[in-house]
């Protein structure tokens, strides 16, 4: 019973909280560095469309466009699809992206837990 209770008490330590931010620098492990993203659509654009919270996030700008190509078209919306597919194409992206970072975090957090395990040991053992 002992087993299960540490098992899962581990497991809770290396698990990364992700409403908070990363707690490893971003740039552990990237000699060369990384590229950044950035926002393309600026806040006003995004207020004057009237875009939802949710839908503010790096993809906007294609989001956007595709309003922009809906709104034009109307009724014929199915001329649109080139746009929707880019800005479909865009959330996935963003999606592998956080998904690799939580990986990412997933992972040091583990070897941090397993160097400190064996740490500790090193010190009982002394």
């Known amino acids: ?13 290396t698990k990364p909280d992700h409403k908070n931010n990363p ?6 492990g990237f000699p ?15 207020e004057s ?4 919270l949710e839908n503010r996030d790096y993809c906007a700008h294609l ?3 595709h309003f922009a190509c809906r709104a034009d078209q109307f009724p014929f919306v199915y ?3 080139h746009e929707k597919h880019q800005y479909l194409d865009c959330q996935h992206e963003d999606y592998i992206l ?5 990986e990412r975090e997933k992972r040091l957090l583990a070897r941090e837990a397993k160097k400190r395990s064996k740490q500790q040991v090193e010190e009982l053992e002394e």
């Not at 060369?32 to 995004?46: C, H, L």
Request: a positive charge.
């Open 49 to 52: 469309a009237k875009l939802p």
């Open 63 to 65: 989001l956007l466009k």
């Open 98 to 102: 956080r998904m690799k970072e939580y």
């Open 32 to 46: 060369n560095g990384r590229k950044e993203r950035v926002m393309i659509a600026t806040e006003e654009q995004m």
């Open 1 to 13: 019973m002992g087993q299960v209770f540490s098992a899962n008490f581990m497991a809770e330590k």
């Open 79 to 81: 001329k649109c699809a």
């Open 23 to 28: 707690t490893f620098d971003p740039l552990y």
